[in-house]
């Protein structure tokens, strides 16, 4: 499929704190995120983006495609929202078809993710399922090779969380639900996808800053993401000779869905506020990282590497 052509419109508006303010010509080129205090809110699991106020930025008007990812197929688990969504967007401005994997009660959020997607004149694929699911994750894969006619890129980004405050809180159906998302899904989509990815292919992860210095409140998740940074790491070598990249990227606090839900509304509308940029980073600045990764002509020399976004902290370990 011929790519649509693309027509990028001047932004001349900003969201800050929860309002779009104009901003004169003199500020164009100048990046404005939202800080902290936020609206106080809460959401239950898994949380619809549709309703987080302010709303994340995944739009990014500021970049420029360059058809880095022209004509590729990129499957991405949890591209429904956050994250996800903003990696689905910016590698459709690069040239690449996007079929999404989400559960079925994200719907309204993967149909927004999928009308983003069309906007930048590709295709997206929207797959409803559970990646704690090894079936479906070869079903997802399949269906993806079917509409598109092949694979070239898998972003796992799937991932479950959910704060306690002590160790006799964690029980052990949580800590198994964790990690048969967080860990066990990278594992089951990976095997999946492998037979359909072919040299000049890219896996990226997603990581946390959580996996490296650990977090006492999120022991569970924080263990999975630590094993996804050393999973990232062995599957490189594993690939290396097959010439199949495999990178991951681990943020700090970002404002997205899974932690509105997962925080009580007094601390989400601080979330992020205890880094050194004294707030969170909007999924549109951590996509560009994915599209890095993905990218040969960016990191065709990169396989086995954890790059932080940290919003300032200079120490991840």
Not at 107 to 119: M, P, S
Not at 127 to 155: H, M, N, S, W
Not at 264 to 291: I, N
Request: some cysteine; proline content about 7%.
């Amino acid at each position: 499929m011929a790519r649509k052509p693309v027509t990028h419109k001047k932004t001349t508006k900003l969201q800050t704190t929860g309002k779009l303010v104009a901003f004169e010509k003199k500020d164009r080129g100048r990046q404005r995120e939202p800080k902290p205090p936020f609206p106080k809110q809460h959401q239950s699991r898994p949380g619809i983006e549709a309703k987080v106020a302010p709303r994340p930025r995944y739009k990014a008007p500021m970049y420029r495609g360059a058809d880095k990812l022209f004509d590729k197929v990129a499957l991405i688990t949890g591209g429904d929202s956050g994250i996800g969504r903003a990696v689905a967007v910016l590698y459709a401005r690069e040239g690449a078809d996007v079929a999404v994997v989400f559960l079925p009660q994200e719907k309204r959020d993967a149909e927004e993710t999928a009308q983003a997607v069309q906007t930048e004149g590709r295709r997206c694929l929207l797959i409803p399922g559970d990646v704690k699911d090894p079936e479906f994750c070869r079903d997802a894969v399949e269906q993806t090779v079917e509409e598109f006619g092949g694979l070239d890129i898998l972003v796992n980004n799937a991932a479950f969380q959910k704060h306690q405050e002590s160790l006799d809180d964690l029980t052990e159906e949580q800590w198994e639900k964790t990690f048969r998302t967080n860990i066990f899904g990278y594992f089951h989509m990976v095997k999946a996808a492998l037979p359909h990815l072919k040299p000049g292919s890219a896996i990226v992860n997603t990581g946390s800053i959580t996996g490296l210095q650990g977090n006492k409140q999120l022991l569970d998740y924080a263990s999975t993401k630590g094993a996804i940074h050393a999973f990232t790491k062995s599957l490189a070598q594993n690939l290396v000779e097959k010439k199949i990249r495999v990178n991951c990227v681990a943020p700090g606090p970002v404002w997205t869905p899974l932690n509105i839900a997962d925080k009580d509304a007094e601390k989400a509308a601080e979330h992020g506020k205890e880094t050194p940029m004294e707030r969170p980073a909007q999924p549109e600045e951590v996509a560009p990282a994915f599209v890095f990764f993905a990218s040969e002509a960016d990191s065709s020399y990169i396989t086995g590497e954890v790059l932080t976004l940290l919003g300032g902290e200079t120490t991840a370990a």
